[in-house]
């Protein structure tokens, strides 16, 4: 039997099949495994896939490191507050192409997670590192997203993270550490108020969660009594200004509320607004239930504040009254009305009446007259609120009919009328002359007592209003009159510290020279007084400017070299007095009492300036600022 034998040829064919088969099963794999590595990075890139998923990313459901927190809308104490430790893991969450604020190092699991509950406008998360490490946060949220920062602000190394509206659910949190390897300590922070890295506390800020200084209201639609009242004493040390809560927000408060109120039912239009006792100027910060800041400075009608709520909702008000100026307390009386009331018209409605008769009588008098000063014993008015009547300078409470009446004939160069309260009481002054014109003072003499100076006083009637500063006030005392001399400013004499010409566009820019502010004559009760001008000056001009040429603006300014209280008196080319006593601009020592004056489109022609002390025998020497630009003391250049 004849055998066959397999060929060398056959067997060769079947092993490059073999090859074949096995080279393009390799090429197929290595070509699923590039397009699964291409697929899977994209989806990576676009957030599909989670790197957690293979094991080497974060992972926002593992066990937290530190432990859990629960926190629900309106939590107290607020801000939450828990120590903290930083970093502590190799895993570098820059690479985890999470956003460009997603940075540092940690571990995969997270350090803390929060299982948050209820409602709030917002939550913020923030971390204060010690021994000023740089860390940073890396926050997931229930729906899936990183939120992540480093540096809150140039100012501040710490990180923040604020989630508007925060839905309920798990919120992993990793406090990774910049640099690889290293931990550091510090303190998590959870809140639902403005704090931030900067204000973790409430020290120098608005604390909603704080009891009310002067109590809880409550209110519903028709309440009664209408206008509700309420007494308080204001002013801290919380600049609101400061906080950069809405535009208006101004004034200096308590940390915690000076009113809670709490509205239900459905309301109308509700004013609330503040009167000072004084007439102080005070201001007016509401926070709504929404967790908004409504504010305002001058309701328009005085320097007391207001704020009309048109539909206002359900839910708690937190009311803030503060003052204008950081130092001491005003006192006054909170007002919440349905009604069409507001601080112009809610005490002493009506108007000064020259056609009644004068309450304490009235005399003829001229030139020459004798006894000089003529005298007459009388009592301050105190209901009716000049300060409302739009009559400029004038402001107290007096009566509709005037206090007294005079009825002057001749010619006389300054008729001086004034009013010294028996017991020291603080009192201002309105006199209406034969013209219709009204003459009015607060303060003169460096004491509360009013005193005011006619200059060529024309003949006819003079009706004299004495009031009280206060609202429901009496004073009694004497009222005087005198035609005799007075000390006066005197422009015909040269200035005391020189005179430049100034064309406009002048360089340098600032002029400055150096001066003495301060003097012997009280300059509200200089003939020449205008409205506004104050202090203690020299006789003479302390500097006069030639100015020549046009534009928008001269400003003058003063900065005293140790910080004493000046004030400044320009007498324009036009005869216009412009003055100033505080600028509130602070200096390089924070000195916010220094004079600035400025003049719109000023007329070319002679300034003649008076730098003055605040208070008499004080004398402050300095630098008198001449400029065309927008700078004062606070940004010389």
């Known amino acids: 039997m004849d055998t066959i034998e397999p060929s060398d040829a056959g067997s060769q064919t079947g092993k490059t099949k073999i090859w074949i088969i096995v080279g393009v099963a390799a090429v197929l794999l290595c070509l699923c495994c590039l397009v699964l590595v291409i697929g899977g990075f994209l989806l990576f890139q676009l957030g599909v896939l989670d790197w957690s998923l293979l094991g080497f990313g974060l992972n926002p459901s593992a066990e937290p490191r530190a432990g859990a927190i629960d926190l629900q809308g309106g939590f107290s104490p607020d801000p939450y507050m828990t120590p903290a430790s930083n970093g502590g893991g190799t895993l570098n969450v820059y690479n985890q192409n999470l956003g460009g604020q997603c940075v540092g190092f940690t571990a995969r699991q997270p350090d803390y997670v929060l299982n948050w509950s209820g409602e709030t406008s917002r939550l913020r998360i923030f971390y204060l590192a010690d021994n000023n490490a740089d860390a940073a946060l890396v926050i997931y949220t229930p729906n899936g997203q990183y939120l992540c920062n480093d540096d809150f602000s140039p100012a501040s190394r710490d990180p923040m993270v604020q989630i508007p509206s925060p839905s309920a659910g798990a ?15 510090g303190r998590l922070y959870i809140t639902q108020f403005d704090l931030d890295p900067l204000h973790p506390d409430f020290s120098d800020r608005l604390n909603p969660g704080a009891e009310p200084a002067y109590g809880e209201i409550a209110l519903s639609s028709g309440f009664q009594p209408d206008p509700y009242t309420a007494a308080a004493a204001v002013g801290g040390n919380v600049d609101v200004n400061s906080l950069d809560l809405e535009a ?43 967790g908004r800041y409504l504010c305002n400075d001058d309701s328009g009608y005085s320097f007391d504040p207001m704020l009309t709520l048109s539909n206002p909702q359900q839910g708690e008000y937190l009311i803030w009254i503060g003052s204008y100026w950081p130092e001491g307390q005003v006192s006054g009386t909170l007002y919440l009305t349905q009604q069409d009331l507001h601080p112009g018209n809610i005490f002493g409605q009506g108007e000064l009446d020259p056609s009644l008769d004068p309450l304490y009588g009235e005399t003829s008098l001229q030139p020459g007259f004798s006894p000089d000063p003529y005298t007459v014993f009388v009592q301050s008015g105190s209901s009716l609120d000049v300060w409302s009547m739009n009559i400029p300078g004038c402001g107290g409470f007096a009566e509709s009919a005037p206090t007294f009446r005079l009825n002057w004939s001749g ?129 003479a001009p302390t500097y006069q400017v030639v100015y020549s040429g046009s534009s928008s603006r001269l400003r003058f300014f003063f900065i005293a070299s140790d910080s004493g209280d000046s004030t400044m008196s320009v007498l324009a080319p036009n005869g216009v007095w412009y003055c100033n006593d505080d600028s509130g601009f602070p200096d390089r020592n924070n000195n916010r009492y220094n004079p600035l004056v400025d003049i719109f489109n000023p007329p070319a022609g002679v300034y003649l300036i008076w730098v003055g002390s605040y208070s008499s025998n004080n004398d402050h020497p300095g630098t008198l600022y001449i400029t065309g630009q927008d700078i004062n003391q606070s940004n010389i250049p």
């Open 411 to 539: 010619s006389t160069e300054t008729l001086s009328i004034g009013f010294v309260d028996d017991l020291g009481g603080d009192t201002t002054m309105v006199v209406q002359g034969p013209g219709g014109e009204y003459y009015c003072n607060d303060d003169s003499n460096s004491s509360l007592n009013p005193t005011v100076r006619i200059n060529n006083p024309p003949p006819g009637e003079y009706n004299i209003w004495v009031n009280s500063y206060q609202r429901g006030g009496a004073h009694q005392g004497y009222l005087s009159i005198t035609d005799a001399p007075v000390p006066s400013l005197n422009p015909n004499l040269s200035p005391i510290f020189g005179s430049r010409s100034l064309q406009a566009g002048f360089s340098p820019d600032p002029y400055t020279v150096n001066i003495t502010a301060g003097g012997p004559i009280d300059v509200r009760s200089s003939p020449l007084y205008a409205y506004g001008c104050i202090g203690w000056a020299t006789e």
């Open 171 to 185: 919120y992993a949190i990793w406090i990774t550490n910049l640099a690889e390897g290293q931990t550091g300590s």
């Open 248 to 290: 208006g927000c101004l004034g200096y408060t308590t940390s915690e509320p000076t009113f809670r109120l709490n509205l239900t039912g459905s309301l109308g239009p509700l004013n609330i607004f503040f009167m000072s006792d004084h007439t102080e100027d005070t201001t007016l910060i509401i926070r709504t239930p929404d």
